[in-house]
């Protein structure tokens, strides 16, 4: 859907009732009557007009309509982050003569935000040659989001929105959001009581005014109250919301606090772009923060272990309105989807009920009806879950890829590995994919994991081969708390030099949506280090018996190529304005200290070498796929760990690169590439061991079964030097 237009001559009316920001800053200079939206640009001085010309304006004409009547609301409004500049300004627009009607002088917050857009991508495939997710479940959506864009946009909307409410800062200015704060709270001072203050705000919005209303009670001329703050359908973190709102709420200097949102069935019943069967609010938990299962305020299945905040809310029975419901008129909401609140008639007239004070559900006369009902974002339903035909002959896929022609220090026997791979896999009844060179960017790689993986049923076989170059990179999640340092280690796809790398992390989220009962084994030729600084010299060449004409499959990487890594997967830092945001988002979410909890292994890793080998090619091919690809033929029904040790035997007769095994629970002694059922998992001593491990391990703490695992499913890739 195009985004709606508005006329010069309705934007022109808008800066009357707009905050328009950039990356949650103010522009320096701005056109009065643009011709198209593109153009629209705001400033400080545009922001106190909104307050010390028009706002005053109509506070006047109210109080000569009626001298006795008391101050008059001003509703400070900030929309969601699916919203486009366009939508915002449309939203503004429809919305400013209906509040206007009902004696409130609204103020939206418009910012720009490209999340919508980028959400699209992600589960649409619109970039040329990607395949959408189209029939996929709701675990690869959410698996695809979180590594192909969607929480570096979720993270940049943040520090817009937090951005918005900074003072000015190294030479910038003030954001928005700090200037209608400054001001509001300085006509207030200049006319006491002349005016109430009300915030409300959809989805993101909430994220918004958590850092925008604690500014009006900032100062020596800091506001004695807001009235009320009405949350429809937030997605702010548990966190961010205890630290910034609640102690407001709970102090009263915030009087009246408010959250309508979706019950948990309708939240579940609820779909995003017509693929995801949740809403968005779900998504956005498990996808787009920093954390898996991430506490969002708007979800009913966290607000109700939210103690502190369901504390204050049972406090008053009208504060939480879980939806659909019409039990009265201000607390009715007949919103069944994300995108229905700011739309839905019952939810938008029990606003305006709270903002302009009437308590009485029977009474009308001061409430103006609410607009037409016109949802922007309704998706189409979305299909069921897929299933696998009853009866479906298990499956045998593989994906190879391999990877020579890197921009710098290229390689000569990935390519040729990768095609070994497949004629071994072939031979074995398997249907092949593969990526070779050009075609393995870092996206195409993870979307034909994460579709190889997620398109699988109980008892099919799933194997996944990659040679090419391996590296390491400063940890941006402070997840990696094991012996081996803080850096996350990577493969390296073709796109490497512009900061595209596929991290351990990333391939655990790939690895985590391996359905039930599906065998995944992976086959990992490249070098890795658990010491991520170490350079091999030529001592250690000697030491380590590399003979000449070898290489090592390790790339080490320039401080600018790291940047550019760092950007790539980041909420872009480049000013001191968006770094200082990020800091004021970050120290609100206590989350991004913690590590996610250790994951079930489900899969079965064989790679080249241990954490302080090199993996070496020479004669046109790897040193780990020659012999584990012969071995392969020669003895098909080994069990993981028979195949294992004769490939470390072979191996050790020439060369001193000793290959890694790892395992999933219970899968050492089940048979290679062999199908296996949905809860069928082999218990063996093993198995039993890493299990007591995991029951024992302290939260937030790998047990070093699980650290070698994900260590080892990245191959522990190290940031290396010369050959």
């Given at each position: 859907m195009s985004d709606p237009t508005l006329t010069p001559a309705q934007l022109a009316k808008l800066r009357a009732h707009v905050v328009y920001t950039a990356d949650g800053k103010l522009a320096e200079s701005s056109t009065p009557d643009p011709q198209d939206l593109d153009a629209y640009r705001m400033t400080a001085d545009d922001v106190k007009e909104i307050v010390y010309t028009h706002l005053d304006a109509f506070v006047r004409a109210q109080q000569e309509k009626n001298p006795t009547r008391g101050p008059v609301p001003v509703l400070i409004w900030a929309h969601g982050g699916l919203t486009t500049k366009a939508q915002g300004m449309l939203t503004a627009h429809r919305q400013a003569a209906w509040w206007l009607r009902n004696g409130v002088y609204p103020i939206h917050a418009v910012w720009e935000s490209g999340f919508w857009s980028t959400l699209e991508d992600v589960i649409g495939g619109k970039q040329a040659g990607q395949r959408g997710f189209t029939d996929v479940t709701d675990i690869a959506v959410e698996a695809a989001a979180r590594l192909l864009g969607g929480r570096k946009f979720w993270d940049d909307m943040k520090v817009d929105a937090a951005a918005a409410s900074l003072g000015p800062l190294d030479g910038h200015g003030p954001g928005g959001g700090f200037v209608l704060a400054a001001a509001l709270r300085d006509y207030l001072q200049k006319n006491p009581k002349s005016i109430s203050l009300h915030a409300a705000g959809h989805s993101a919005g909430s994220i918004y005014h958590s850092a925008f209303v604690p500014l009006l009670f900032e100062g020596d001329d800091a506001v004695a109250k807001v009235e009320t703050v009405t949350f429809l359908a937030p997605a702010v973190r548990v966190d961010t919301f205890e630290q910034k709102l609640l102690p407001l709420a709970r102090s009263g200097e915030i009087e009246d606090l408010s959250i309508f949102t979706m019950d948990k069935d309708h939240e579940k019943r609820d779909n995003t772009g017509g693929v995801y069967r949740k809403s968005l609010l779900w998504l956005v938990s498990h996808a787009f923060e920093v954390e898996k299962e991430a506490k969002i305020l708007g979800l009913e299945e966290h607000l109700s272990k939210a103690g502190p905040t369901m504390s204050y809310l049972r406090q008053k029975g009208e504060r939480l309105v879980l939806g659909p419901v019409t039990d009265g008129k201000r607390t009715s909401s007949k919103a069944t989807s994300h995108g229905d609140f700011d739309n839905d008639a019952d939810t938008m007239t029990s606003l305006a009920r709270r903002v302009v004070g009437t308590r009485a559900a029977g009474d009308d006369d001061d409430i103006a009806q609410v607009f037409g009902a016109e949802s922007r974002d309704a998706f189409p339903t979305p299909p069921p879950e897929p299933t696998a035909p009853r009866g479906a002959a298990a499956r045998k896929r593989a994906l190879c890829i391999g990877i020579d022609k890197y921009a710098r220090r290229p390689l000569s026997g990935c390519v040729a590995d990768a095609q070994t791979w497949e004629d071994t896999f072939t031979g074995l009844g398997f249907e092949v994919a593969r990526l070779r060179d050009a075609e393995a960017t870092r996206e195409a790689i993870l979307r034909e994991m994460l579709t190889l993986v997620t398109s699988s049923s109980a008892g099919d076989v799933v194997a996944i081969q990659f040679a090419g170059h391996g590296t390491s990179v400063p940890d941006l999640d402070s997840d990696e708390v094991d012996s081996f340092g803080t850096n996350d280690e990577a493969l390296c796809p073709i796109d490497v030099f512009d900061g595209q790398l596929v991290l351990d992390d990333d391939l655990a989220v790939v690895w985590d949506a391996i359905p039930d009962g599906v065998s995944v084994s992976l086959f990992f030729d490249s070098c890795h280090s658990g010491t991520a600084n170490r350079k091999l010299t030529d001592a250690d060449k000697a030491a380590m018996k590399i003979p000449v004409g070898t290489a090592a499959r390790k790339l080490d990487l320039e401080p600018s190529e790291r940047e550019r890594f760092r950007s790539a997967r980041s909420a872009s830092l480049a000013d001191p304005v968006r770094r200082a945001a990020m800091e004021e988002v970050v120290g609100a979410e206590t989350g991004r200290a913690v590590e996610d909890a250790p994951r079930a292994v489900r899969e079965v890793l064989f790679s080249a070498c241990q954490p302080d080998q090199v993996a070496l090619e020479t004669g046109g091919h790897g040193v780990f796929t020659t012999n584990a690809?012969?071995?392969?033929?020669?003895?098909?029904?080994?069990?993981?760990?028979?195949?294992?040790?004769?490939?470390?035997?072979?191996?050790?007769?020439?060369?001193?690169?000793?290959?890694?095994?790892?395992?999933?629970?219970?899968?050492?002694?089940?048979?290679?590439?062999?199908?296996?059922?949905?809860?069928?998992?082999?218990?063996?001593?093993?198995?039993?061991?890493?299990?007591?491990?995991?029951?024992?391990?302290?939260?937030?703490?790998?047990?070093?079964?699980?650290?070698?695992?994900?260590?080892?499913?990245?191959?522990?890739?190290?940031?290396?030097?010369?050959?």
């Open positions: 690809t012969k071995i392969l033929v020669a003895n098909p029904a080994a069990t993981n760990r028979e195949f294992y040790a004769a490939v470390r035997d072979a191996m050790a007769e020439l060369w001193e690169q000793k290959p890694s095994f790892e395992p999933g629970v219970g899968l050492a002694e089940v048979p290679l590439l062999a199908p296996r059922d949905s809860g069928q998992t082999p218990q063996g001593p093993q198995s039993a061991l890493v299990a007591a491990l995991d029951r024992v391990a302290e939260p937030g703490v790998r047990t070093a079964a699980v650290v070698a695992i994900l260590r080892a499913t990245a191959d522990l890739l190290e940031a290396g030097g010369a050959d």
